[in-house]
C-alpha cells in the first residue's frame, strides 16, 4: 500500500525496488530464517504485479500464501518494480520477471559482466547501480576510508561470494582471512589500494563524473550517486558531477 500510495502521488515517476537483503540483518538482526532467498523475490514480484494492478489476489506461492487481498488505493500507471541482484540467478530474475535490477558495490567494467544477465530477454531493462563517489578527497583519505566501508560490506556472504564470482578472490582472499580470524586492522591493510578505486570513486570532481560515465556507457541506465564523506553545503559537489552536455 506504501507502494501504490507513492505510485498514485507521483505517476510515472516511482519505482519500487525489492531484494532479499542480507543473511546478516534477515538471520542475525532479526531472528527470521534466511530461506529460499531467490524464490521469496520471485514469489513477491508475482504478488506485487497482480495487486498493483487492482487484482484480487488468493495464491499459494512457494514461500508464502495469500488469501483474498485487495489493495484499496489503485494507481493509474503500476510502478516498475526493481529487483536488487548480485549473481547470475537474480540478475536473470530482475530482467525476466522485473522491470530490472538494482546492483550495488561493483566497479564500471563489473557492469559488462552483470548487464548481459539481466537483458538476456529484453535489452530495454533498466539497470540502476549505486555508486560511492567521494569527489575532491585525496587518496589517502579516500582509501582509508573506502577500505573501511569495503570491509563492512564485502565480509557478508552474500557480497563476498559476489566479488568472488567478479573474479576478485585472489584480491580480497588476504583480507577475507584476516577478517576470520579475528584481525580487523590486518584486513583493512589487506585491501588494496586497486580495489578501493575499482569500487569507490574519488578525485576531482571532473574526474569522478567520468568514472561516473563509465558506468553509464557500460550499461547502466541510472546512476545512484552516493556521495562519502562530504561535509558542509553539497550543492557545489552535486553541480560539480552533474553532467555537462
Keep these: 500500500m506504501s507502494a501504490a500510495t507513492l505510485a498514485a502521488a507521483a505517476p510515472g515517476r516511482f519505482a519500487l525496488g525489492i531484494g532479499t ?21 520471485r514469489d513477491t514480484v508475482r504478488f506485487l504485479r497482480s495487486a498493483l494492478r487492482g487484482e484480487k489476489v488468493t495464491e499459494t506461492y512457494d514461500t508464502f500464501t495469500v488469501r483474498g487481498f485487495t489493495a484499496q488505493l489503485v494507481p493509474e500507471e503500476p510502478p516498475p518494480v526493481l529487483v536488487a541482484a548480485l549473481r547470475p540467478g537474480m540478475l ?10 538494482v546492483v550495488n558495490w561493483l566497479s564500471a567494467q563489473d557492469v559488462c559482466t552483470v548487464a548481459p544477465y539481466v537483458r538476456e530477454r529484453d535489452p530495454d531493462k533498466e539497470i540502476v547501480a549505486r555508486i560511492f563517489v567521494m569527489p575532491g578527497a585525496d587518496p589517502d583519505t579516500a582509501r582509508a576510508l573506502g577500505r573501511r566501508m569495503i570491509a563492512a560490506y564485502l ?8 566479488h568472488e564470482w567478479l573474479g576478485r578472490g585472489d584480491d580480497l582472499g588476504p583480507m577475507w582471512k584476516a577478517w576470520s580470524d579475528g584481525d580487523r586492522a590486518a584486513a583493512l591493510r589487506a585491501i588494496p589500494d586497486a580495489v578501493v578505486d575499482q569500487l569507490v570513486l574519488h578525485g576531482p570532481a571532473a574526474h569522478c563524473r567520468e568514472r561516473i560515465q563509465h558506468y553509464v556507457d557500460n ?11 562530504a561535509e558542509g553545503d553539497p550543492v557545489p559537489l552535486v553541480r560539480g558531477l552533474a553532467p555537462t552536455g
Design 21 to 41: 537483503s542480507s543473511d546478516v540483518i534477515v538471520e542475525r538482526w532479526n531472528d527470521i530464517p534466511f530461506e529460499e532467498p531467490y524464490k521469496r523475490v
Design 92 to 101: 536473470r530474475l530482475a530482467g525476466r520477471e522485473g522491470d530490472g535490477a
Design 155 to 162: 565480509n557478508v556472504p552474500v557480497y563476498r561470494a559476489f
Design 219 to 229: 550499461g547502466v541506465t541510472t546512476p545512484v550517486i552516493h556521495m562519502v564523506g
